[in-house]
Nanobody, 117 residues
Framework: QVQLVESGGGLVQPGGSLRLSCAAS????????MGWYRQAPGKQRELVAT???????DYADSVKGRFTISRDNAKNTVYLQMNSLKPEDTAVYYC???????????WGQGTQVTVSS
């Protein structure tokens, strides 16, 4: 079992920045990849960014050049640095972890990000 706890959400003006954190605990040795997803009202949950154990990263086209995912293995924490935020970035952001073995996915409780003037 893996437990994920997100923090760092809030209200920010367009053009501003926020940093989300996701602390993992439990069977962290089996985590193969971690990522951030978001879900806006009335929309499906979508991938924002992922990072694998080797350090490789991937981003949704809508956030490339603005968001950066990183990982501190000593703290078992993944971060999402979000710059140049836009109103369309408003959503609940969820942390995700994938373990192998066994192949399982875990979710955090979510943190609200609101971009508004």
């Amino acid at each position: 079992q893996v437990q994920l706890v997100e923090s760092g959400g809030g209200l920010v003006q367009p053009g501003g920045s926020l940093r989300l954190s996701c602390a993992a605990s439990g069977s962290i040795f089996s985590i193969n990849a971690m990522g951030w997803y978001r879900q806006a009202p009335g929309k499906q949950r979508e991938l924002v960014a992922t990072i694998i154990n080797g350090g490789g990263t991937d981003y949704a086209d809508s956030v490339k050049g603005r968001f950066t995912i990183s990982r501190d293995n000593a703290k078992n924490t993944v971060y999402l640095q979000m710059n140049s935020l836009k109103p369309e970035d408003t959503a609940v952001y969820y942390c995700n972890a994938v373990t192998i073995p066994p192949l399982r996915g875990y979710w955090g409780q979510g943190t609200q990000v609101t971009v508004s003037s």
